[in-house]
């Protein structure tokens, strides 16, 4: 094994980079804006870029760094192949060959949320867990499953899409994905908003969340932990089709811990209660008592999960 290894995490504004010690100490971590302009094109090259000029900085010698992991928001196959990264605007692209290409490095290639759990089981929430599901609340919910310590990706790069789980089957309108009812149009950030406009439509109910022109899911979130009635609704809506799905996923995994993150988690323990409550109300025996805890990494999940894909 080497001394050293990188961890990329690429996001639609901004590429994140980390060089590790393969012991997983973080030596330095910095960004370099994505440009998506033509099809993406160009970012690979500045992601092979940033690291060799790092090389050279550092005055690092190949031969004792491991690879390169990369995390990009899109399903990855086994191969390292992105069949399409919608937020990149990429179509199909060998990612880790071009990679290995462009840096002479080894390279190893995921999905952007199964390596954030990656990283969360590794150095972060659930550190030294074997198996460990995450859920990401974000703009989207995303999702990870990591199996004695290996990412889940599946035949298709599809493995832990939680968030497109079918949790409501007379749902009427479309999620982004294109089906009804998936975990994502209630539980995420425009989610959350979505259901409490549906919750106030359907009641007279008075409500601090009212008095907001555009309300936002941090609006909602804080009227609840304030005890807001109506709010109180709307998280025991959102918590009720996330923890009966996380109960699913439980039965299938039989996870050490679920790990949530995204910008939503930033809410707390009153959400994990939120969501604890309908868990354990759905969860298989065995697994009721799985422990539902806040990740810790925030935005270096993913620079952590990379590293440790190439370890």
Not at 90 to 97: E, L, N, P, R, S
Not at 137 to 143: A, K, W
């Given at each position: 094994m080497g001394k050293y290894c990188f961890g990329i995490d690429v996001g639609g504004t901004s590429v994140k980079c980390g060089l590790f010690q393969t012991d997983g100490i973080l030596i330095e971590k910095w960004e370099i804006p994505t440009r998506k302009e033509n099809n993406g094109e160009a970012i690979l090259p500045d992601i092979a870029k940033t690291i060799l000029d790092k090389i050279e900085e550092r005055k690092l010698d190949k031969a004792e760094i491991d690879g390169v992991g990369i995390g990009v928001p899109g399903p990855v196959n086994d191969k390292g192949e992105v069949l399409c990264a919608v937020n990149l605007f990429?179509?199909?692209?060998?990612?880790?060959?071009e990679l290995t290409e462009l840096t002479g490095l080894p390279s190893m290639a995921g999905n952007d949320a199964n390596v954030a759990a990656l990283g969360e089981a590794w150095k972060g929430a659930a550190a030294g867990a074997k198996n460990v599901i995450m859920v990401?609340?974000?703009?989207?919910?995303?999702?990870?499953?990591?199996?004695?310590?290996?990412?889940?990706?599946?035949?298709?790069?599809?493995g832990g899409e939680i968030g497109h789980a079918a949790v409501q089957h007379d749902e009427t309108e479309k999620c982004n994905c294109g089906n009804r009812g998936c975990l994502e149009q209630y539980a995420s950030a425009t989610g959350i908003v979505r259901v409490a406009k549906r919750v106030m439509e359907a009641t007279d109910e008075e409500s601090v969340l009212r008095g907001f022109s555009r309300l936002s899911a941090k609006n909602v979130l804080d009227a609840y932990k304030e005890?807001?009635?109506?709010?109180?609704?709307?998280?025991?809506?959102?918590?009720?089709?996330?923890?009966?799905?996380?109960?699913?996923?439980?039965?299938?995994?039989?996870?050490?811990?679920?790990?949530?993150?995204?910008?939503?988690?930033?809410?707390?323990?009153?959400?994990?209660?939120?969501?604890?409550?309908?868990?354990?109300?759905?969860?298989?025996?065995?697994?009721?008592?799985?422990?539902?805890?806040?990740?810790?990494?925030?935005?270096?999940?993913?620079?952590?999960?990379?590293?440790?894909?190439?370890?």
């Open positions: 990429w179509g199909f692209k060998a990612v880790t060959k990401t609340l974000g703009t989207g919910v995303g999702g990870g499953i990591i199996l004695d310590s290996r990412i889940i990706s599946g035949s298709h790069g599809a005890g807001d009635k109506l709010a109180a609704k709307v998280m025991d809506e959102v918590g009720e089709k996330l923890g009966s799905a996380l109960a699913v996923f439980a039965c299938v995994v039989d996870p050490e811990a679920i790990v949530i993150g995204g910008g939503v988690s930033r809410a707390g323990q009153p959400l994990i209660d939120c969501i604890e409550t309908h868990y354990k109300k759905y969860a298989f025996s065995a697994c009721k008592e799985t422990p539902i805890i806040l990740a810790k990494l925030g935005n270096d999940a993913g620079i952590y999960g990379s590293a440790r894909m190439v370890i």
